[in-house]
C-alpha cells in the first residue's frame, strides 16, 4: 500500500484558521455505510443520533504550552517543540536550527533560564531545563501554545481556551485531541440528560502527529511512539454497554489509537479491551479490523496522513474518499479548528437515532 494512495487535492481557502464563535456549531457529515446517502448536518445534532445506553469515550489529555524561542551561544536562533515530559524537569523536543547542538549545549531562553542538551534520543533531543520552577508550571507562563502548522497565524489569547477540550485533566499533550474541541458543557449535558454513558482514556498526542509519512511504502513507515493510559472503569464501561446492546462511540482517532493498543486476544481466540498503560507505535491501515469502537467522531485529516489512513480502515477507503470529495464541493471547514464526521464501519447497520 503506498503513500499516495491517500492524496487528494484540498482548497487552501477550506483549512480552518480559527474555531467557531460557539464549539458545537460547526458541521457534521454523517457517514454511513454504503448505499445508504451521507448526511449533511449539524454537531448538535449528535443527542438525535446517540441513544441512551450509548458510550461516549473522550480523550481527556491537556494540551501544554510546548514551544519555545532560544539562542544557542554562537548567538544562532533555535526554535523548541517539546515532545514529551521526562520528569526532573527535562524533556523530549525537537529542535529548529541551522545546525545540530551537541550534548552539553545551552541555550538561552527567551522567556528566561537555560536549556541544556544532554544527547540525542532518536530525532529528539533530551533537554535539562534550568528554570526558576517545575517545568510543567514554568511552561503554562513561559510556553506558546503549539498550533498546528497549517495555521497560518501566531496563538492568541483565545486559542488558550479554544485549542483544549472542556474535559481536558491530563497534562502531557502538544496537540489537541481535536474531535473532542466540539463539545462544550451544554451538548455534554443534554448527552447526559439523554442517558448517553461517558468514558474516558488519556493518550498524550505527540509532536510526531505534525511529521508527515516521509517513505512512499507504508510497509517502511516508522509509526511515532505515543503513551497511553486506559483504565479498568473504562474497560468496565465497554463492557456494560456491549451486554446492554449500546454502542461505543469514539471520540477522535487518539481514542481508537488507545482502544485498539489496549485490546488483546484472550485464551478462547477472541480479542477484548483490557487496561493498559504504555508507549504504542500501532500504525492502522485498511485491511485492519477495528473493533473497540462502534462509530467514530472525527475531523477532516491531511492527505497522506496516518490519520486519514486509521478513518480508511474503519469505514473503508473508497467511502472515506467519497465524504471528503463531498466536503470539499459543499465548503465543510478542514483540520483542527474544522467541522467534523461522524463514520461507520463498513459493514455496520444504518446508525439509530
Known amino acids: 500500500m503506498k503513500k499516495s494512495d491517500f492524496h487528494y487535492d484540498l482548497p487552501p481557502e477550506l483549512i480552518a484558521q480559527a474555531p467557531l464563535a460557539e464549539r458545537s456549531a460547526s458541521r457534521l457529515l454523517v457517514v454511513p455505510p454504503a448505499p445508504a446517502s451521507l448526511q449533511d448536518r449539524h454537531f448538535r445534532d449528535l443527542l438525535d443520533l446517540l441513544a441512551p445506553g450509548d458510550l461516549l469515550v473522550f480523550n481527556d489529555t491537556r494540551v501544554i504550552p510546548a514551544r519555545l524561542f532560544g539562542q544557542k551561544a554562537t548567538g544562532g536562533r533555535v526554535e523548541i517543540l517539546i515532545?514529551?515530559?521526562?520528569?526532573?524537569?527535562?524533556?523530549?523536543?525537537?529542535?529548529?536550527v541551522s545546525k545540530s547542538p551537541k550534548a552539553g549545549a545551552r541555550i538561552a531562553l527567551d522567556a528566561g533560564g537555560e536549556a541544556e542538551v544532554l544527547g540525542r534520543d532518536g530525532e529528539f533531543y533530551v533537554l535539562q531545563f534550568h528554570v526558576p520552577e517545575s517545568l510543567e508550571q514554568w511552561l503554562l507562563h513561559a510556553g506558546r501554545l503549539p498550533l498546528p502548522p497549517y495555521i497560518q497565524r501566531a496563538p492568541g489569547q483565545?486559542?488558550?481556551?479554544?485549542?483544549?477540550?472542556?474535559?481536558?485533566?491530563?497534562?502531557?499533550?502538544?496537540?489537541?485531541?481535536?474531535?473532542?474541541?466540539?463539545?462544550?458543557?451544554?451538548?455534554?449535558?443534554?448527552?447526559?440528560?439523554?442517558?448517553?454513558?461517558?468514558?474516558?482514556?488519556?493518550?498524550?498526542?505527540?509532536?510526531?502527529?505534525?511529521?508527515?509519512v516521509r517513505v512512499d511504502d507504508l510497509d517502511q513507515h516508522v509509526m511515532h511512539s505515543e503513551w497511553l493510559n486506559v483504565g479498568a472503569e473504562l474497560v468496565e464501561a465497554v463492557r456494560r454497554t456491549r451486554d446492554a446492546g449500546g454502542r461505543v462511540v469514539g471520540v477522535g482517532t487518539t481514542v481508537v489509537r488507545a482502544l485498539e493498543s489496549a485490546t488483546r486476544t484472550n485464551d478462547t481466540g477472541q480479542r477484548e479491551l483490557q487496561p493498559y498503560a504504555g508507549e504504542t507505535r500501532l500504525f492502522i491501515l485498511p485491511g485492519y479490523r477495528i473493533t473497540a469502537v462502534d462509530a467514530l467522531v472525527t475531523n477532516f485529516h491531511l492527505p497522506e496522513s496516518t490519520l486519514l489512513m486509521m478513518v480508511s480502515a474503519f469505514a473503508g477507503q473508497d467511502r472515506v474518499f467519497e465524504a471528503y470529495a463531498h466536503a470539499i464541493r459543499e465548503g465543510y471547514r478542514f483540520f483542527s479548528y474544522g467541522d467534523a464526521m461522524l463514520l461507520f464501519p463498513e459493514a455496520a447497520p444504518e446508525f439509530r437515532a
Open 83 to 96: 515532545e514529551r515530559l521526562l520528569g526532573g524537569n527535562q524533556a523530549r523536543a525537537q529542535l529548529g
Open 158 to 212: 483565545d486559542d488558550t481556551e479554544r485549542y483544549q477540550t472542556v474535559f481536558a485533566r491530563e497534562v502531557g499533550a502538544v496537540a489537541a485531541p481535536t474531535a473532542g474541541l466540539h463539545f462544550d458543557e451544554a451538548l455534554l449535558a443534554a448527552l447526559k440528560a439523554k442517558g448517553v454513558e461517558f468514558g474516558h482514556v488519556t493518550l498524550h498526542v505527540g509532536a510526531g502527529t505534525f511529521q508527515p
